[in-house]
Structures are given as structure tokens and as C-alpha cells.
């Protein structure tokens, strides 16, 4: 064992100055790979690049609009860009007012405006190959077509994730990025999808990109005049999204949830409309707590492209998120966090996990898929409150499996696999036959075998435990934040 170890350690020396994929490829060949018996090569490499662009600093903003630059519309897929008109800005007091029936102390936010609000419908287009372009018609032609082949009345209202992720092949940050993996869910369920170009962080913090949601959801119940759809019942709607997508549509769901319970209705384009629940709300890798200090953070942080988190100390301030100044970050006056005010980290509409089982009740069924990753504590543990509220969950975890694994390795067993849980749930949701066994289906590498644990046995964090590693984190947050703008206001006094 010992000299296994002294001939790694003189390896990994040895491969330190030949380029990353080479040493990963050939640690990964001779069946020395820190993973082995967890990832395959392509997971591997996948997560050895995802992580050293991750490692890369850069400027926000570039990476920002890197993210959002359109690539064109080619393959199997139909996309039809529409534009949801404003809304009065009922739509953003309901919202505010569901933060304030929430909120638990002295949280401060930002009051957006509510906006016009862009997407794009997605749906499969049969016949067309990988590099068909789309052929020249009006969005509202491309519609049409869209629906022809689109025929399930169910309508799935997706948000895209990828915080801040650049990847090589796709860029994360918007609708765009998405169009493959939407189109393909599109095509599994017969349903068309319509994702979301919320507004985006630090420029847009919370809760703009809720109110963008809330008036998405809205229209689509409710479609304002012009629109290309016809009114979709709240019973067809599925509310979906991976990682940062996820949370939003469990934080829109929390909000529809408060709403309802309240009486409130929204003054939408002339009418009041009360407040209907979805039909169901499949997530991916939800990202559950804007602190990220649940322990798999850094636990499962070797298998995972998303670095380990932070861990609050006395002495250390919180080290800020690390981009190189540009015209949008550090903001004025300066955050510690990108997507809101420190004082509200602990907000359920800011971080899910925040939410006690009790806010959950009377929600749909819940699906929620994760890998072996550094967000699956909370995933298991937001999984487990809706359990105990009485809602109907499925969840699985993916042996060895990275952040969003399916979406991002297309194609491989695994992703078929999640793929066929991630439609099922969806038509069943829609069907009203969601079927709950209360358990964490784990499923082990190359999909070898499967092991059903109960959802409160899937996580070992408690409640209590989780709401104060949460509250630590924030407070270490808020520290640093108070110490920024002292800094600011001194310097704006100059
Ligand atoms: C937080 O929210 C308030 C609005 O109440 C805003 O004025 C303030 O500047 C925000 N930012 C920080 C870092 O506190
Ligand atoms: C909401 O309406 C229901 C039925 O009309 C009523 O029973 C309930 O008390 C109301 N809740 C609130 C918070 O006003
Ligand atoms: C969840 O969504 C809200 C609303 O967009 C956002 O402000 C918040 O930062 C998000 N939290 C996480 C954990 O992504």
C-alpha cells in the first residue's frame, strides 16, 4: 500500500506540467484516478475542465454577456422568441408581499420594477439533424410548427441555471445554453416548454428575477393580449429548472404557495386573477441555500465541479466572490453576495432551505434529481420537508455523479436514465398519479443497481443543524458586507 502510495505521489509529480486532460485521461487509463469506481473517463474529464474554468478569474460582466450571446438556432429543436408585455406592477407588490409574510427580522431587498419579460418557447422538430438550421419564418410560423409537433396539453415553464458557469461546448446563463437538453424533455413529454431570460445577478438582485417569474407563470395562465399561446389551466403546468433554475421554481412556488394561503390575488393586465397552483415542480440539482454551508459542500466536493464552499471563521472575513472588478461587480454599494443583500440570505424566498416543512403544505408533487454533489444535502433536506408536509416526492441521487450531470453528459446510460424519470414525472404529475414511496432512490454507478432510503434517513443534517450552519454562514457573510460599505461610505466621502 505504502509503496502504491509513494509510486502516486512521484506520478502526480511527474504529471503536474503536462496539461490537465492528458494527466486525467492517463491517471483515469491505468486505473489510478482519485474516482475510480465513481466516474467513467468522460464524467472525469467533463469535471476536470468545468473545474479549472470555475478556478479561472474573470470579469463578470464578460462572462455575463459571453453567456447570453445567441448562437443561432440549429438542430432538432423549434424556438419561437416571444416577448411577455409588462404587467402592472401588482405583479411586483405581490411578490413583495409574499417577502414580507416571510420575512423573520430586519432583511433589506431591492423594489424592481416589474418589466416585459423575454422567452422562448422550445419544443422537438422531427426530421431535422444535428446541424439543420431553422428554416426562415415569423416566431409566430415557428410556433405553429412547434405546437404541431408539441401536442400535449401540458406546458412546462423551464428555468435555466448556470449562475455563473461557462462551460466549452455551452454556455450556461441563459435560455440559449438550454435548448438542447429543453428540446430533448420537450420532445420525451409531447409538451411544449417555455423558458425564461429572467433578469440576472448582481445587476438584478433578488427579487427581480422572482418578479420576471411570477409574471411568466401569469401569462401563461392568463395570456395577455397578442399572445401566441391560448390560456394553459395552472393544473398542465409543470414549473422546471436545473440548479439556480431550480431554486427559482421552488421560490416561485413558495411564493404562489404564500399567496394563496393569504387570499391575495394580482391585478394582471386589467383583471384580478387569484392565485392557481401548478400541476407539479421537477428540479435538477436545485441550488436550495444561497450560503452553500451544508456539509456535502465540501464533502463531495472531489467528485463535483463546484469547489468546496467557504467555511465561516472567527478571524477571517468572508472572501468575496473572487471576479475581477468590471463595470458590474463589486455594485454600488457593494454586496458580499452576488444575488442579494446579505441581511436576507436566510430568506425562504432567497435560499428554499430556509422554508420549515409547514410552508410546504398543500404544494404539488415535487421531483427532484441530484448527483453525488455538493448541493445534494440540501436537495435531500428541502426533499424531506415536503415529505413531512404531506406532498408527494420523488427523489434519486446518481452515484459519483457532478452538478446537473444529466443535462450536461447528453447521450450517456445515466442521462437516458434521468431523462426517462424526468419526463415520467412530468406526464404523471400532469395526470395526477404521482406516486410517493417517501424515499431517496439511489442509484449506483453505471446504473450497476438501486437502493430506495427512506428520505429522512437520506441526509444526516438536521433541521436544527442545517438552520444553524445557515445562520452562521450568513452572519460571517453580513460581517464582511457592513465591514465593505464602511469602507465605501469612507471612501465616497473623499
Ligand atoms: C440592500 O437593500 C437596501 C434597500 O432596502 C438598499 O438601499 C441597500 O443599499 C442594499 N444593499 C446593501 C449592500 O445593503
Ligand atoms: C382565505 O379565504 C378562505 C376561504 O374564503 C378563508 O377561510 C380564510 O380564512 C382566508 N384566509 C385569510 C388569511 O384571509
Ligand atoms: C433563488 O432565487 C431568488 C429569486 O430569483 C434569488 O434571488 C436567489 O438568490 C436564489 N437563491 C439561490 C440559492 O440560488
Not at 441550488?287 to 465561516?312: E, F, Q, V
Request: glycine content about 6%.
Amino acid at each position: 500500500m505504502s509503496s502504491f502510495k509513494a509510486r502516486l505521489a512521484l506520478l502526480k509529480a511527474l504529471l503536474v506540467h503536462i496539461p490537465l486532460l492528458l494527466k486525467t485521461t492517463l491517471l483515469h487509463g491505468i486505473q489510478m484516478s482519485p474516482v475510480k469506481g465513481k466516474q467513467d473517463l468522460r464524467t472525469e474529464l467533463t469535471v476536470a475542465i468545468l473545474r479549472s474554468f470555475m478556478n479561472t478569474r474573470a470579469p463578470l460582466g464578460k462572462t455575463q454577456r459571453d453567456g447570453i450571446r445567441d448562437p443561432g438556432v440549429k438542430g432538432p429543436m423549434w424556438i419561437s422568441k416571444v416577448t411577455l408585455p409588462q404587467p402592472e406592477n401588482d405583479v411586483r407588490d405581490a411578490v413583495l408581499h409574499a417577502i414580507e409574510s416571510l420575512k423573520t427580522g430586519d432583511e433589506t431587498y431591492d423594489i424592481p420594477e416589474a418589466v416585459p419579460v423575454e422567452g422562448e418557447w422550445t419544443g422537438y422538430r422531427a426530421g431535422a439533424g444535428k446541424h439543420t438550421k431553422e428554416p426562415d419564418l415569423s416566431e409566430e410560423e415557428k410556433y405553429l410548427k412547434l405546437r404541431e409537433e408539441s401536442p400535449s396539453d401540458m406546458t412546462i415553464l423551464y428555468f435555466h441555471g448556470g449562475a455563473y458557469l461557462i462551460d466549452i461546448e455551452i454556455s450556461l446563463l441563459d435560455p440559449c445554453s438550454h435548448r438542447v437538453p429543453v428540446a430533448h424533455l420537450s420532445r420525451l413529454t409531447g409538451a411544449p416548454a417555455f423558458s425564461v431570460r429572467y433578469r440576472l445577478a448582481p445587476q438584478n438582485p433578488f427579487p427581480a428575477a422572482l418578479v420576471d417569474a411570477l409574471t411568466a407563470y401569469l401569462s401563461l395562465v392568463h395570456p395577455p393580449e397578442g399572445s401566441l399561446h391560448k390560456p394553459v389551466p395552472a393544473n398542465k403546468i409543470i414549473l422546471a429548472g436545473d440548479s439556480a433554475g431550480g431554486n427559482l421554481s421552488l421560490v416561485l412556488l413558495q411564493t404562489l404557495l404564500t399567496l394563496d394561503r393569504t387570499n391575495r390575488t394580482v391585478r394582471f393586465h386589467g383583471k384580478d386573477v387569484a392565485i392557481e397552483l401548478p400541476a407539479g415542480v421537477a428540479t435538477v440539482s436545485p441550488w436550495c441555500d444561497i450560503t452553500r454551508s451544508m456539509p456535502s459542500c465540501s464533502k463531495n466536493a472531489w467528485l463535483d465541479y463546484l469547489g468546496a464552499s467557504p467555511t465561516p471563521s472567527d478571524d477571517t472575513p468572508f472572501e468575496t466572490i473572487p471576479f475581477i472588478p468590471d463595470d458590474v461587480w463589486p455594485t454600488t454599494p457593494p454586496r458580499a453576495d452576488i444575488f442579494c443583500n446579505s441581511t436576507i440570505l436566510g430568506h425562504p424566498l432567497v435560499s428554499p432551505l430556509a422554508a420549515p416543512a409547514e410552508l410546504w403544505k398543500n404544494a404539488p408533487p415535487i421531483w427532484i434529481s441530484m448527483g453525488e454533489e455538493g448541493l445534494a444535502d440540501e436537495g435531500i433536506i428541502v426533499g424531506r420537508r415536503f415529505h413531512e408536509a404531506g406532498v408527494p416526492i420523488v427523489a434519486e441521487l446518481y452515484e459519483g455523479m457532478p452538478h446537473c450531470h444529466g443535462m450536461l453528459l447528453l447521450d450517456t446510460p445515466v442521462s437516458h436514465e434521468f431523462f426517462k424519470g424526468f419526463s415520467e414525472f412530468c406526464r404523471d404529475a400532469v395526470a395526477g398519479r404521482v406516486k410517493s414511496a417517501g424515499t431517496l432512490t439511489w442509484r449506483s454507478f453505471k446504473l450497476r443497481s438501486t437502493k430506495e432510503i427512506p428520505i429522512e434517513k437520506a441526509c444526516e443534517v438536521s433541521d436544527e443543524e442545517a438552520r444553524s450552519l445557515m445562520k452562521k454562514s450568513a452572519d460571517w457573510r453580513l460581517k464582511t458586507e457592513i465591514e465593505m460599505q464602511k469602507e465605501w461610505h469612507a471612501k465616497a466621502r473623499l
